[in-house]
């Protein structure tokens, strides 16, 4: 591969390490929750987010000027976006916990982040393997691997719905609870529309 070519696979990379960066720092907001510290915590979440941003841009930008490209256009478009969404659902999370002034972390919420975290990872591990897609022999495995996490969010998120509406009668709880659930359930749901375009990738070229 050239280094042009090399060039977009780096970039996937490195937007995939920022949801990674992401998912930690979620993590470690709810495993150690301090709602006084929660804005600054916010702002050093769009810190991410905004490096993430830049860098789907900085691709754009090389897209447009590239004559040939390693994979086709629509793909390395819809790949960026799709890995750039991972960090901006993990922001959704800390924004709705923000904006509805939790005070207090649910224990399923912080198993939730563990999953989206593995899951950040494991895209990490595809977009490293998808460097040499043409090649690799463990690729199926790590899209597989992905729909396995992605499963294992589905049954939590039906878990602590269930637990929410069971265990709590504040209407109010209730209602920002629902909400940061869906956004966490979404996380996951992002990971896996990365590995989906992935697999779409390699068939197409295949």
């Known amino acids: 591969m050239s280094k042009k070519d090399t060039y977009y696979f780096d970039q996937f990379s490195s937007c995939a390490d920022s949801a990674c960066q992401a998912a930690e720092l979620l993590e470690e907001v709810l495993d150690h929750f301090d709602a006084a510290a929660l804005k600054e915590k916010l702002d050093a979440m769009h810190v991410i987010e905004h490096d993430a941003d830049q860098k789907k841009h900085d691709t ?11 994979i086709e256009r629509e793909d390395i478009i819809s ?41 950040c990872q494991a895209v990490q591990s595809l977009i490293r393997e998808f460097a040499d897609f043409k090649r690799s022999k463990k690729l199926h495995e790590e899209i597989v691997r992905i729909n396995a996490l992605e499963e294992e969010a589905d049954a939590l998120f039906i878990s602590s719905m269930r637990a929410l509406h069971t265990e709590s009668s504040d209407p109010i709880e209730i209602l920002c ?30």
């Open 60 to 70: 754009m930008n090389v897209l447009i000027k590239a004559f040939i490209t390693p």
């Open 79 to 119: 790949l960026s976006q799709n890995i750039d969404n991972m960090t901006d659902k993990i922001e959704d999370v800390l924004i709705r916990i923000y904006i509805n002034n939790v005070q207090t972390i649910r224990p399923d919420a912080v198993q939730f982040t563990k999953v989206i975290i593995r899951c």
């Open 177 to 206: 609870w629902r909400e940061i659930f869906i956004y966490l359930e979404k996380c996951a749901d992002a990971c896996e529309h990365v590995a989906d375009v992935v697999e779409s990738v390699v068939m197409k070229n295949s």
